[in-house]
């Protein structure tokens, strides 16, 4: 049975600083607007988007949210296996053992011109497996490197409070993410005998918020809605984009993840390992 520990001071939110300002964006978005409805609508001979048809209705600057989390898992296990010593005296027909408290005796094994006893023993062992990835926020199929990336080159902010506007909840939740770790850290074989401990441990978690800007365009003919989305780091653009809805009520804080992580208070469960109920009030 395990139980899962979190690193409270480790806990922080971080918020990049925007390098594109929105003309610019609106500009860039401008240029690609006709390919907001996919590709079937763009090549379609008989009805296709056009300057006059496709209209801006909707435009924002929203903090898309990405996750870091490193952990670890702790174990101290015992392991019987049995050592085969080699036995080099070709006379020798049995090896005593003697502890200091009684004797042991094993025969001596020959096969052809080697010779060997097997000798039962138990492993002491302690064993640390450790488990670090950067997760979409959105539960988009995005690299970690595109999330790594991010943080090598571009400036952000460690804050107490998340004040911009605009700022989009993570759709995949906390107990999400947490499961993800677990599992990771949990599909690590260990060939035991039995396990005296087995502790895991969240060292970082960490939330960043980046700027992105959304167009959305109207297509008048066909009565459709299509998104430009266009980075607010990289000035990447991204066409058939998605309008995203749902943002915090209110400044999103540490206070609020550590609160979170704090309900991952964990009950150990028969044969079950580690049950983790965390609270969805914040993030859901």
Same mark, same amino acid.
């Given at each position: 049975?395990?139980?899962?520990?979190?690193?409270?001071?480790?806990? @922080? !939110? $971080?918020? #990049?600083? @925007? !390098? $594109?300002? #929105?003309?610019?964006?609106?500009?860039q978005a401008e240029k690609k607007k006709l390919n907001a409805f996919g590709m079937f609508a763009k090549f379609n001979p008989l009805k296709r988007p056009t300057e006059e048809t496709v209209l801006l209705s909707n435009q924002i600057l929203r903090?898309?949210?990405?996750?870091?989390?490193?952990?670890?898992r702790t174990i101290n296990y015992n392991c019987s296996v049995t050592y085969p010593v080699p036995v080099h005296n070709p006379n020798a027909v049995t090896i005593v053992?003697?502890?200091?408290?009684?004797?042991?005796?094993?025969?001596?094994?020959r096969q052809q011109d080697k010779a060997k006893i097997d000798v039962q023993v138990i492993e002491k062992c302690h064993r640390v497996i450790e488990y670090s990835t950067h997760l979409d926020g959105l539960k988009r199929e995005l690299k970690s490197n595109v999330f790594i990336d991010y943080i090598k080159k571009f400036?952000?902010?460690?804050?107490?409070?998340?004040?911009?506007?605009?700022?989009?909840q993570p759709l995949l939740s906390l107990d999400s993410l947490t499961g993800l770790?677990?599992?990771?850290?949990?599909?690590?074989?260990?060939?035991?005998?039995?396990?005296?401990?087995?502790f895991e441990e969240i060292t970082s978690l960490h939330l960043y918020f980046r700027p992105v800007y959304a167009f959305?365009?109207?297509?008048?003919?066909?009565?459709?809605?299509?998104?430009?989305?266009?980075?607010?780091?990289t000035g990447e653009i991204i066409e058939n984009g998605n309008w995203f809805k749902n943002t915090f009520d209110q400044a999103f804080t540490r206070?609020?993840?550590?609160?979170?992580?704090?309900?991952?208070?964990?009950?150990?469960?028969?044969?079950g390992g580690t049950v983790i109920k965390i609270a969805s009030k914040v993030i859901n």
């Open positions: 049975m395990s139980k899962l520990e979190v690193r409270q001071e480790n806990h @922080k !939110i $971080f918020v #990049f600083k @925007k !390098i $594109f300002e #929105f003309e610019a964006a609106k500009q903090y898309e949210p990405f996750w870091f989390v490193a952990s670890k053992i003697n502890n200091g408290q009684s004797e042991q005796l094993y025969p001596v094994m400036a952000h902010e460690e804050v107490d409070s998340v004040t911009v506007e605009n700022v989009l770790v677990r599992s990771e850290l949990q599909n690590q074989v260990v060939n035991a005998s039995n396990i005296e401990d087995d959305e365009y109207h297509w008048s003919a066909a009565d459709k809605i299509g998104v430009i989305e266009v980075d607010g780091l206070d609020n993840l550590v609160e979170l992580s704090a309900e991952l208070a964990s009950t150990v469960v028969p044969g």
